[in-house]
């Protein structure tokens, strides 16, 4: 069965300092692919960054980058240059390897940004 | 700019009563989901729609029903809240070959 685990429940950064947000996962499937949602304490859920498995490079996204590392199962976001807007909740989540996209997400880290 | 729009955003239930959740996407997409948050907790999986017409079990789908009666729209029924059905409810959507799932903003139901 597959799964995602975040072991940090919450973390502090200093604003403009970069942070490191990990998330660990397990499969046997060797097709899958990593997400990060940032949800702010408005409620929604908003993308951030994806990674497949067969994806060569880490993916960038602005600020946002995917540290994948596929032997360690590990697919760690970093946010570069914290902004105050960056205080939430950060989800990690994976798809199976079918076609359907059903997310597994992990139980998510609160970041604050201090100014 | 819609993308995926829920209806109602805040529902307080009794317990026993039935209600039904609507989700609305005006991107075309093929897929949607059905999600619930429980407070601490990432989102699960509560019902799956490949396309119109069909459905599929998530990993939490007990006391839920849902309906993909068009591309547009997939409904969540609750027919008999229970107080563990207190949740924040999320639609999502997503294109066929695309690999960004499309949220809605939430739905916070509470059933006493």
């Known amino acids: 069965a597959q799964k995602i685990t975040q072991t940090q429940p919450g973390m502090f950064v200093q604003e403009k300092e970069a942070v490191t947000l990990d998330c660990t996962y397990d499969?046997?499937?060797?097709?899958?692919?990593l997400f990060w949602y940032k949800q702010p304490s408005s409620g929604e859920m908003i993308f951030l960054i994806y990674?497949?498995?067969?994806?060569?490079q880490n993916a960038t996204e602005g600020r946002y980058s995917l540290n994948f590392q596929k032997a360690r199962k590990s697919a760690n976001l970093v946010i570069s240059a914290s902004q105050l807007g960056d205080s939430a909740m950060y989800f990690c989540?994976?798809?199976?390897?079918?076609?359907?996209?059903?997310?597994?997400f992990g139980s998510g880290t609160r970041l604050l940004v201090r100014p | 700019n819609a993308g995926v729009t829920q209806t109602p955003k805040f529902q307080v239930l009794k317990t026993g009563q039935s209600m039904t959740l609507q989700c609305a996407q005006d991107?075309?997409?093929?897929?949607m989901y059905w999600y619930r948050q429980d407070p601490g907790m990432g989102l699960r999986l509560i019902y799956y729609?490949?396309?119109?017409?069909?459905?599929d079990k998530g990993e939490v789908p007990n006391g839920y029903n849902v309906s993909r009666l068009n591309k547009r729209e997939f409904s969540l029924r609750l027919e008999s809240a229970a107080p563990s059905q207190t949740s924040v409810y999320f639609c999502?959507?997503?294109?066929?070959?695309?690999?960004?799932?499309?949220f809605g903003e939430g739905s916070w139901l509470t059933v006493v």
């Open positions: 999502a959507s997503r294109a066929a070959s695309g690999n960004t799932i499309y």
């Open positions: 991107m075309n997409h093929n897929s």
């Open positions: 989540a994976m798809r199976p390897p079918d076609s359907s996209y059903k997310l597994i």
């Open positions: 729609s490949a396309s119109e017409g069909t459905t």
């Open positions: 990674q497949g498995s067969y994806d060569q």
């Open positions: 499969t046997s499937d060797p097709s899958y692919g």
